[in-house]
């Protein structure tokens, strides 16, 4: 495909409900796949992914096809890029498989050209807010409720063992004493939110375990409406009932206003014409790799900005309702910082790392900081610029996790900290 | 100022061929991401702060129109001290 415009994103970790859900319907449809070439619909970062997953299952006759004209003639690495006419007329010789997560519109598309679902085409659907939702009523009463984003659901595509760290908790601590809430970009003022939410159930939690992701305590992060979740916000403020005094239902106006406003992603979406952030293999480039660590660690974190503020609200609400909380910051790819950024990286994530630590502290709560646990070769990619761990790196937090939570559990006094200043030791023992 | 833009810009892709008047989105050089990229690194290398509801589609079309909403904003800034 050289010379045609690759618009592959780098794929090298995929949500383990999105790769079981693509092997189940690999599963589940018979020899559609061995006879037929298979058509991905939708030219994006789900697409790219379940192009990775089926040729892991030994699928290589892929094509892609996309209502986006500015993708025609393009690729995905050897995957041309067909208009949706073409790829209709194609009926008989493929299978279709809808790729993007809000797919109805496609289907109804393939519906009026006579296809026919389970015969012509497969729309592998995951709702990952029906599971959150799932989980969010679940039972649990004076025990463990854990929050988080997409690092405890995410596995690398490298792995043997794709067992996610969600799954690693769970197994180790047992379903019925942890909840596990996490989602996507989700950051500190809807965990807070939820939080509170589950105590007016009657589900408060003896410990909470809180991801403190640096990627979402900037104050641009509500630029980005995919981090609102505002359906889902909506959705648990419907089971709720208002026994929660309105506050996520309030919370959820506003997720909805912010979704609405124009903002970044509202005019950019269908507008891009390319992905800039893969190389010419397909990987994430290295300039791509510079822009999200600058952007995930590096940026001025504000003391003041929203996130943080809420951050102290949920200290102040488990100091007024007498539970623990477990605030952890993820480990952080710092060899690759430090390849790219030389010292500035150290110095602007110290910097960023010492706000959120002194505010733990004001708290007379610890961080559990994890930012040194795993070199470079256990996240899932060379250049992963992001928390994405391979299975060796997500056994490491899940030990360290549960360690930490057991040791809460059992009033110990003493923890294992890794982080800044540890770098040589790589251990030490703080006084709780 | 549109070097300091188009050195920003240059840091998420390869910008040889981008003149004052290049449509970024179209092009796609920007998107969510680097708009925001491009937003702290003016707002660090500035010393200046872009509200949110600033953060619209003709602020941000070319570079002529960055440097144009950048200059306001900080003759703004002055005017209001």
Redesign the interface.
């Known amino acids: 495909m050289e010379g045609t415009k690759n618009f592959a994103w780098p794929v090298t970790a995929v949500s383990k409900e999105d790769f079981d859900v693509v092997r189940s319907c690999v599963a589940s449809s018979g020899n559609l796949f061995r006879d037929k070439k298979i058509m991905i619909f939708g030219a994006g970062i789900r697409g790219s992914l379940i192009s990775v997953i089926l040729e892991a299952e030994g699928f290589t006759n892929i094509l892609f096809t996309d209502n986006n004209p500015d993708k025609w003639g393009g690729c995905i690495d050897n995957h041309p890029i067909v208009p949706p006419e073409a790829a209709i007329s194609m009926r008989g010789e493929t299978v279709i498989v809808i790729s993007t997560e809000e797919g109805d519109p496609i289907k109804a598309q393939l519906e009026k050209a006579g296809l026919v679902e389970g015969v012509d085409f497969l729309f592998p659907k995951t709702d990952l807010y029906d599971k959150f939702a799932g989980e969010f009523e679940r039972k649990a009463e004076n025990g463990i409720l854990a929050m988080g984003d997409c690092m405890f659901e995410v596995v690398s595509f490298h792995d043997v063992n794709k067992q996610s760290l969600a799954e690693m908790i769970f197994e180790r601590l047992g379903n019925e004493n942890i909840k596990l809430l996490t989602m996507h970009g989700m950051g500190m003022r809807s965990f807070y939110h939820i939080l509170k939410a589950q105590s007016a159930m009657g589900m408060r939690p003896g410990i909470f375990v809180v991801m403190i992701n640096f990627e979402t305590l900037t104050d641009k992060q509500h630029l980005l409406p995919r981090s609102q979740h505002s359906k889902l916000m909506r959705r648990l403020s419907d089971i709720v009932k208002g026994v929660d005094g309105g506050e996520l239902s309030e919370y959820a106006c506003i997720t909805e206003q912010r979704v609405k406003n124009v903002q970044a992603e509202f005019f950019t979406t269908n507008k891009q014409k390319s992905a800039p952030y893969t190389n010419s293999t397909g990987d994430i480039s290295i300039k791509a790799a510079r822009l999200f660590f600058k952007l995930h660690y590096m940026y001025k974190l504000d003391p003041n900005t929203e996130n943080l503020e809420y951050l102290a609200k949920v200290f102040e609400f488990a100091q007024a309702e007498g539970f623990h909380v477990i605030p952890f910051v993820p480990p952080v790819n710092y060899e690759l910082g430090e390849s790219l950024f030389g010292e500035a990286f150290q110095a602007a994530y110290r910097r960023n790392f010492k706000i959120v630590d002194d505010l733990t502290k004001k708290y007379n709560c610890d961080l559990l900081d994890l930012s040194h646990l795993c070199t470079k070769e256990l996240f899932s990619g060379s250049f992963t610029p992001d928390e994405t761990t391979n299975c060796e790196g997500r056994q490491k937090i899940a030990d360290k996790i549960t360690r930490e939570i057991e040791r809460v559990r059992n009033g110990c006094i003493k923890r294992e900290q890794i982080g800044f200043g540890d770098i040589e030791r790589n251990t030490r023992l703080r006084r709780c | 100022m549109s070097k300091l833009v188009l050195e920003i810009l240059s840091?998420?892709?390869d910008c040889d061929d981008v003149k004052n008047d290049t449509l970024l989105?179209?092009?796609?050089?920007?998107?969510?991401?680097?708009?925001?990229?491009l937003?702290?690194?003016l707002?660090?290398r500035l010393n200046m702060t872009i509200p949110?509801?600033d953060?619209?589609?003709d602020n941000?079309k070319s570079i002529e129109s960055i440097v144009e909403f950048v200059l306001t904003r900080i003759n703004d800034g002055l005017a209001e001290s």
Request: aromatic share 8%; proline share 0%.
């Open positions: 840091e998420i892709q989105l179209e092009r796609g050089i920007l998107d969510s991401l680097s708009i925001i990229y937003i702290n690194e707002e660090e949110l509801e953060v619209v589609e941000f």
